[in-house]
């Protein structure tokens, strides 16, 4: 936008007027980063989540095997 357009702007409507304008353009601008910012982490935060139970299940299964081939917990 042009100097002399704004400037035409703030002398039709008033100062006030543009700077609500302004900071409403701004909010709606830094909430709708902040969105897309946070469904990228959540995103992410599924992806580390699916990996760990991953380990977790095969380890269960390693320790499964194990316990198997010993023969299990015996009471001494």
């Known amino acids: 936008m042009e100097v002399n357009a704004l400037s035409q702007i703030i002398m039709t409507i008033g100062f006030p007027i ?3 304008c302004a900071c409403g353009w701004f909010i709606f601008y830094m909430t709708k980063a ?4 946070l469904q990228r982490f959540q995103d992410l935060h599924n ?3 699916k990996e760990i139970t991953a380990a977790i299940n095969n380890n269960t299964l390693a320790l499964q095997k194990l316990v198997d081939k010993i023969g ?3 009471d001494e």
């Open 18 to 20: 543009v700077a609500c």
């Open 34 to 37: 902040h969105r897309e910012e």
């Open 47 to 49: 992806t580390e989540i």
């Open 72 to 74: 299990g917990m015996e």
